[in-house]
């Protein structure tokens, strides 16, 4: 069992600033990245928050990518626009993607904003909330690197291609939010298990041998992450590199990585981002029916708790802005290294409960 360093997520939010504009990035940048990196902890997914925190920091101060893009302009229509980032760093350009969408959306109804040579963008849903927040529709895509096996290949052949798809509500904190992977589970997780000693379903990956494992170390040394619904989410993959990187004339999952070129994680991933306004305001009220409906029905336990798509993460921030963020111990030992290389006030030491 993990142990738990507590957390405010203001707390968070502005030792996540202060490490990035200590790091090199502008404010205006900074402060998005910020918010974006400390809100996902404070939903509980920690495989994507401050722990990638250290290696961003790498990938800027070795110039691996650029803490202040500013993107041109390859296409644009009415409706859409086409950007090269050239290895932006992911989370505010990300943010920027769907705000130019909800602007086009606001004005044509439909708003579409692809942005290639992209860094890691953290959390889809962020995305997805960020458009659902202003009363939109969000569709939120990304391609990766080649990271799971097609179903019916042998070797990493294919992305896991997160996306996210953001509805509103009647109560504006609690948007429907849908965020998968194309793998069973994202490969954050496995790695997280892995870090916590924990084992994993059989469903997540194989071995070394081509065996199912309750191991992440063995999925990991395999990389043969399996994909979610067989063949089902490899298609799926594709179809997302081809939104993507083939809409773009960006990287595909093969060419990242290689002869030079960057992994997404640094700059080399294109995303989609796409807004769609509401015809009427029945939307909301479908919604909230929706939700009710899932809710009413007889349970099965044997399955957990059913939960409408971003519920979990809705009541763990609503626990979390009360009680604190509980930070995984080797996540919070990283926060303190940090904070000690760069002479900033431990934020960990600033809890009270």
Known sequence: MTNRSHIHYPNLRQFIFQVLTMSGVPDHVAVIEAQICA???????????????????KQITTKQTDPDPKPTTVVEQPASVLLEANRAIGRYMSAIGMDMAIERAEKFGLGAVAIRGVAHWG?????????????MIGLAFTNTVTNFPAWGTA???LGNNPM????PSINDDEPAVLDIAMTQAAIGKVNQAAVDGQSVPLSWGLDTDGQPTTDPNQIIASQRFLPMGEYKGAGLS?????L????ADGLLCHQQGRNNQPTDSVGGSTKLFI??????GWL??????????????????????????????FQRRKDYLRDGIPLPDHIAVEVRKLSTELGITDPLSKYQN
Not at 39 to 57: A, F, I, Q, T
């Open 244 to 247: 993507t990187a083939g809409l």
């Open 238 to 242: 594709f179809m997302i590199e081809l």
């Open 39 to 57: 809100e996902v902890d404070l939903c509980g997914v920690h495989s994507h928050g401050v722990r990638m925190l250290p290696g961003l920091v």
């Open 284 to 313: 909301a009220d479908q919604v909230e029916s929706l939700k009710s409906h899932l809710k009413s029905v007889q349970p099965f336990p044997q399955q957990g708790t059913v939960q409408w798509p971003g519920e979990g993460s």
């Open 155 to 157: 070797e990493p052949s």
């Open 164 to 167: 996210a798809i953001g509805v």
């Open 123 to 135: 959390r889809g849903y962020s995305y997805g909330l960020r458009a659902a927040n202003k009363g």
């Open 275 to 280: 807004a769609i306004r509401p015809y009427g």
